[in-house]
């Protein structure tokens, strides 16, 4: 895939695939196209060349009502939650539930309400709006609202980014129990290696405008490159590692 907005070219012969039920995590440099890819991926970007296949479908053939059927079968969690400043927590986990034909008024805020204490937070956080939660508690809500519809992919873009070290560990640890119960493949744009070590089956590195290196916390140790060695050997990705071994003892 070649991604190139004006004259600037993101990626160049981009390849990445997504395994079913397992939590891929995407890093890289700053610039190296990792929220790009993200949104490439789910059609709020259109890439200049190349393929996004989604369930099998070459997302750019589908017609609109094709489109919106593979939609609903993914959720999407952006950075900071994203989520409608005027609504409430519940309000907006009921955006996407709208789409439901015959769901009454009661079971849609019944469901929305069964998500929001799925991505950990309180009941009470049901009637807030945005302004009123935490930097965690808005990144939940935005959690609660990508799993409205019980999809099978759910895409993260930095969603321990900003969060306290033990909220991060939380957060981490709900992901990978939210893969396990729902079944769902996850697609994670990090930074953080405390949440590749926790979270992530493989890991895929952007680099030289394409996927450089595609593998395992451990193969990613072993990788001859100089950003990549930085990244997993440097003074944050030890104390990651020790973190990792700490919770495993």
């Known amino acids: 895939m070649r991604t190139q907005p004006g004259d600037h070219v993101v990626h160049d012969g981009l390849d990445l695939d997504l395994r079913r039920g397992e939590i891929l995590g995407v890093v890289g440099g700053s610039g190296t196209g990792k929220s790009v890819l993200l949104r490439e991926i789910v059609g709020l970007i259109r890439p200049a060349a190349g393929t ?3 369930f099998g479908k ?16 993914w959720g999407v969690m952006f950075q900071d939650g994203a989520l409608f ?7 907006n986990v009921e955006v996407p539930l709208q789409a439901v034909p015959g769901l009454s008024d009661r079971d849609r805020a019944a469901l929305a309400e069964l998500k929001v204490s799925m991505a950990g937070l ?16 808005r990144k939940r809500a935005g959690l609660a609202r990508a ?5 099978e992919i759910v895409f993260l873009d930095e969603p321990t980014a900003g969060l306290d070290p033990i909220g991060a560990a939380a957060f981490d640890r709900l992901i990978v129990s939210l893969r396990d119960t729902m079944n769902l493949s996850v697609f994670l744009v990090t930074h953080d ?8 089956d493989r890991i895929a590195v952007l680099a030289e405008k394409q996927v450089l290196v595609t593998g395992t916390m451990a193969e990613m140790l072993n990788v001859d490159h ?11 990705a030890r104390a990651a590692l020790e973190n990792a071994d700490r919770d495993k003892g």
Do not use: Q
């Open 147 to 151: 799993l409205a519809l019980d999809p």
């Open 52 to 54: 996004v296949r989604v």
């Open 85 to 91: 400043s005027a609504l409430t927590v519940r309000e």
């Open 58 to 73: 070459d997302i750019r053939a589908l017609s609109p009502a094709e489109r919106r059927a593979i939609e609903l079968r």
């Open 122 to 137: 309180p009941w009470n956080a049901n009637a807030k709006v945005p302004a009123d939660l935490s930097g965690g508690m």
């Open 226 to 236: 100089p950003w990549v060695h930085e990244y997993f050997h440097g003074p944050r």
């Open 193 to 200: 290696l405390d949440t590749l070590h926790v979270c992530c």
